[in-house]
């Protein structure tokens, strides 16, 4: 059996579990302690004689039992296969994916790249059986996926896909454009489109020129802008363990999303140019609606592997176990309550 993980990342949220694991351990040591000072040991006894002390010490690992299945749930888990026959529209579909440093900033949240990222993902949900494949583009362009049916492997491609560090900003766009245009399957000049993801910092790599040579083959070009056209924002970067501010011969750099190039790209291209910005585009929806329809063709169905998830196995356990801790009080029956103080009163009896 083939167990994946969609979304290792959340995995982060382990510290959060450990952090809130050891403040209520501490917090019930303390409270225990308070008691104990308040009263004394024989007294505080007699105050908490109607409480439980076992429910009292389960509640704080019932709450973390709740957390840690709320991260398992988090990341995503997939096990077993399900075949589903699919409507194949004959569309193939190459993202270009800008991972220049320039992507890092967060005038989008949490970034530009991880906005780019969620955009393709949507798209990935609402397929119809189109091949698609993707190529990540800084300074040398890479086919990271190549055309394919299996959503699954772009997913986990999507999710290992990080910034490449080997340049001071802006991307080969044009570079990008053809090497999707190399990579394609097939001699076949329609049905085919390029979806470029990027704020159109580009190195002088005639993106319009090369998205002008895939129309003119029939491929049609699509430009997504991600970030901020006006004010722009600077770029964190990582050095020495803390978050600076990416510089270039001592100044800060800048980033702003260039719409004009995009805009010209997708017209060379004779396609779409997709003001995303700073805002949530449904990338989703426009893709259905803009871009399947004019370069579609039917190619009958398609037998699809998904892998089907499991988070609800993690989930259901998790509310039982809050509707467990929520209904489950600390307080003790009279009867116990009162067989419990009679025997604090003989004992106190007796050492008197």
Do not use: C
Not at 87 to 109: C, N
């Amino acid at each position: 059996m083939e167990l994946q993980f969609n979304n290792l990342d959340n995995l982060f949220w382990l510290w959060a579990v450990l952090g809130a694991g050891i403040v209520l351990l501490v917090a019930a040591r303390l409270r225990h302690r308070a008691l104990q000072r308040f009263a004394g040991n024989r007294f505080a006894k007699r105050l908490t004689a109607s409480s439980s002390d076992s429910r009292r010490r389960l509640r704080p690992f019932l709450l973390i039992a709740i957390l840690l299945l709320v991260v398992g749930s988090m990341i995503d888990p997939r096990w077993g296969v399900r075949y589903q026959e699919l409507q194949r529209r004959g569309i193939d579909v190459f993202f270009v994916l800008d991972t220049s440093r320039s992507m890092l900033a967060e005038d989008v949240k949490p970034d530009r790249l991880d906005r780019a990222k969620q955009y393709i993902e949507d798209v990935l949900e609402s397929l119809g059986g189109d091949r698609v494949g993707l190529v990540t583009v800084a300074g040398d362009p890479t086919v990271t996926v190549p055309l394919t049916l299996d959503y699954s492997a772009m997913r986990l491609a999507l999710d290992e896909t990080d910034i490449s560090t080997g340049r001071r900003g802006g991307s080969l766009i044009g570079d990008g454009i053809r090497e999707a245009m190399d990579a394609f399957a097939d001699d076949l000049e329609d049905h085919k489109a390029i979806i470029v993801l990027s704020d159109g910092d580009d190195m002088d790599s005639y993106p319009i020129e090369a998205a002008a040579a895939a129309s003119n083959r029939g491929v049609r070009v699509y430009t997504v802008g991600i970030g901020n056209a006006a004010d722009g924002t600077r770029i964190p970067v990582q050095k020495d363990g803390q978050q600076t501010w990416l510089t270039h011969q001592g100044e800060q750099v800048w980033s702003k999303l260039k719409p004009q190039l995009l805009q010209d790209i997708a017209e060379a291209g004779n396609g779409l140019y997709i003001p995303a910005g700073t805002s949530n585009a449904d990338l989703a929806e426009i893709y259905n609606e803009s871009i399947a329809p004019g370069v579609g063709r039917d190619l009958g169905t398609a037998q699809v592997e998904r892998h089907i998830p499991r988070y609800r196995w993690f989930v259901l356990p998790a509310l039982l176990l809050l509707l467990i801790e929520s209904f489950m009080g600390q307080r003790r029956s009279r009867r116990v309550t009162k067989r419990r103080l009679a025997q604090d009163n003989l004992a106190i009896g007796a050492a008197a």
